[in-house]
């Protein structure tokens, strides 16, 4: 078995930075050997935060001069399929971000080109790494709540995202850019796939903000119909503003279960009775799933030197990429529309 | 003015009972004089335990044989609209329990009687009088989370309901038996109608409990698109076994408010650490909607001694009607359905 | 049976308007009849908001002009002895506030004259009737947490005492006029007399606000061991400015309970990430109390009605009258102090 | 400067456990090079378990026989000063756990010897990192709840301490072993040293499992009187069985903060109306300081990597002393005693 684990970090954005700071500070028997980015300052800036000397602005350039044996891929959905692919023929393993690509069919060439190199593929769904995720899980399986009869999951997330994620010529907008873990959500707790689909969306605050694009949402409500005859819902708003919101709620024909919370913090104070009690709310992503990151981290690491596969990988992201493709295609016809459809077209 | 309002209960079931008490130990200026119900059993055990000593089986006899100023109808659906109609003929002011009626042709003539004969219309909508969400319409309407853009509004009971109310054929369903209260929240909340509105339903419990009347569901989740643009759902459960369950959270451009909470008492108990803390849940609707309960029969009496017009009447029971038939009709015919379709029929 | 009580209200300051509004709105079968206050402004606004005619300056007036079967004593502790004792002797039903009097000596001749004319006592501890702490005293009786072996209980109310109850010359100070409740709550709730008690007082807030009063003090730390061997305390700040809080929690051999929760209504609301979410305190004591002070007043009218001795009468008062004097000697005098120091002097 | 830290884990229990997962799974630039403790299953059970291979069954068989740059020490408290002085003399870095030791003659010892020998000296205080109480403690410094007026702080621990632990004569007992951490949260949060102490104790849950060592306690409940004026308390249990519990509360002049909760998880459960909602409890300190535990080794290796004193060190450590030595002699003596009279006694 191998002790270590090199790793060159594809993307030196918000979501890179978290991951290596996972990998230096919080995941042993791994090193951080290189970054790659496109964007010169971004570039540079994290590579200096990290202290990371080795830095290019390709892939390619990275794997011609460096050595290393796993990528972890941060960047724009659009580029993961080709990264990935790369990466795989080079032999190395990739931790890709969600969402895992913009159609089945990349889906496809990266699940079967890592399993044609043999590298693992994992992706980026920390929320299967959380601990009280990962609790509630367990415990709907041991039959807590009994037959899981109705799941509600919903993600809002702070900020505008950036020009690209607003544009269905660029990506799948927000219910694959945000709502992607939802989409993994449901099917992991529920325990079933997805049979139909119906989305209401609508642009409220972007509007005011000037964002015209065709067909961006800001705000989306997703109905789910489950293979298994159970209903659902996911519902996304970006941005909403005030924080980083991921709750799930599901009621099972024994009882029903909250997971997650606003409050970010037990602090809780009160200066003005005409106001009220003030608790910290979760601000963003990284505080929320803190320990889920970490976790995700170290399996992709753990996995890589037992040579194991992934608890979570193509698989897992294809279906992802479907409920995002039905759920897109409901409110573009404004019908229901059926996971074979996209399945199996025509 | 008057200085006492006397009334008639019609139906000494479950929330009659909830309202006889309501008027005999919380609201003042107001007398309880006889009692109503078909069943003769009922009619005496309420009778006798409130101590109300007219008691009758059918309002005609009431109507003979008493003297009162108001009726307080809570019987099955079907009965709304002669029961109102009969009683405001005869110069009765009516509190009227929801759903209002059947179809809106039966809400019509409940509202063209009720104006006709000059006698206050209200609607059991106690939802309106709960403290908690009173303060959160006013803090809504005062601009506190912004435009509202998404409202989640659920209800989920205990128990099963009666065969009438399971059957499509003599009710409405779930949507109208125990969601009517949601129907409403959504248009107070938001400030706006529904547009249109698509609807998944589930038959998981009754299954099991050998319910295999057409058309029945226990579960329901319904997407709502509103006029002004935002979006909604709607969900119920019933039987859900594990208490009463009525939350709402919405989310505005500036914001995002819950209201409600599963705890139903501020005491926490533990006893065993891998079992965890305890604390009691709402178990009925009489204790969530304790307040919610008095004030709208305070309300009640007080538009009768003031001669008002009460904040809740036949409008707003007509709306939800409309909002349950869309959402019955999106279900049945597996398609979203405006509420224009309902409201204008071809 | 009598079917109604007829009450006169002696004291029309904030309690005397708590108890006028639940008998008026919230208790059947008793009237209001008559309003007794020394200050005619305030005889006069209370009065005239809750529409009572009949307006006295002296209980001996009210005595002697109207017809009532009880009176609520809600005026300054100094005078509770003496309006108590003439309302007993005209054979008027007593409902008195905490404290109960200043001393035991009072306490004695006040449970001497309304036994001898055969009158109720009932002492104004609302806890007593709140559907919490009725819950939880029902709960630890019943075993669920074992053993009481320490209970906390807390009483911090926003503002400022009057000047009286400021000073140990008129009143017994914070310890009387704020914690009576939590010197009646730890005997009701651990089943147990207290023992002996240590005492730690500060003046933080009154100092800044210029209160020089000898022995003022706005913070209290009493240290409890109980006769059966368990362990105390209770905490008071008067005037905290954040709200009204009132809190207990207690652990036993083979459980912890709390009691009681600083929010005020399940509203929760945020609009800003850097702040957190907000949620609505108790801001009063009538809040805190809405259902306790309505119980505790159809208790007194129902055990008048019934012919039946209160839940809570003089022998409750008179021990948190102990545990107070106790509590103050044993700052004044820097040492533990034990009650049989008070109940039986040398 | 030196890019690893050496360290020489003594004591292999517990607390020598969860020390050592951290420093192996969540703290880069560290090894853990040996292991030392006289028990050998302990020994080789935990050198087992984290795979480390030299083992040694004292502290000088250490120093003689391995190569390293710091200690961290987690053996029973009589042993603290011989071994602190010990590694200081042979240069060793010292994260010392609490209690510091068993008087302040021994803290002073330890204090001289790390600064004569320019060895750091850690004090095992992981309420210091964690973030809610360094949050919490940032926003009191910041004014945002004014003055401090009055502090409570509690731990309750799960369960039976070992019998060293429960004899004065091996250890100062509870307020020592379990409540150290509440001696230095109050000094910490309130920014001021103690004046006086009232201590009362009680044997409850001991008495039933047959422990009748003399003085030994359970229960216990101390006042505090600051320097600065203000009050404050400490309360302990253990074994109290629920959970581990570690709260604090504070009152400033200008609003209330709370620190904590009983609640572990946010995942809520209901299955039986009848029993309530079920929320996961901390079970254990490792699970409630999870992060505390973390940021204190990273803290120990960082301060030596970069030749820093850490932020917690012998004087908070003797100051915990000091208290508990109050704590024990007020009971003792069943007086108030002041701090002076342990730090310059006669």
Sequence with gaps: MKDSVSVCMIGAGRVGRVHTNSLLN????????????????????TANDFNISERYTSLEEALARS???????TTPTPTHKDLSILAARAGKHVFLEKPMALDLGECDQIIEETQKYHVNLQL??????????????QRIRAGEIGRPMMIKSLTHGPGLPPPWARDLKTSNGM??????????????????????????VANLKGKKL????????DNVMVS???ENGSLGSISGICPCGYGYDARVEIVGDEGIMQIGELKGQAVVVCTNRDQGLITPIYRTWPERFAWGYIH?????????????????????????????????????EQRPVYLHEILQPA
């Excluded at 919080?26 to 800036?45: F, I, M, P, R, Y």
């Excluded at 449901?186 to 139909?196: A, F, H, T, V």
Aim: aromatic share 12%.
């Design 210 to 217: 000037g964002v015209d694009t065709d067909n961006f949402y």
């Design 224 to 226: 789910v119909h489950f």
């Design 67 to 73: 050595n290393f044996d796993a990528v972890v891929i």
């Design 26 to 45: 919080a995941v042993k028997s791994c090193k951080v050997v290189a970054l790659v980015d496109t964007v010169s300052e971004t570039l540079t800036a």
């Design 124 to 137: 980026g769904f920390m929320r299967r790494f959380d601990p009280e995720f990962v609790s509630a899980a």
């Design 175 to 200: 219910l694959a850019e945000v709502n992607s873990h939802d989409w993994d959500t449901l099917r992991w707790l529920m325990g079933s796939d997805l049979e139909r689909v119906y989305t209401e």
């Design 296 to 332: 995700e981290m170290r399996h992709f690491v753990d996995c890589i030197l037992k040579d194991e596969p992934p608890q979570v990988g193509g698989l897992e992201g294809r279906w992802a990429v479907a409920g995002v493709l039905a759920g897109t295609k409901s409110f573009l």
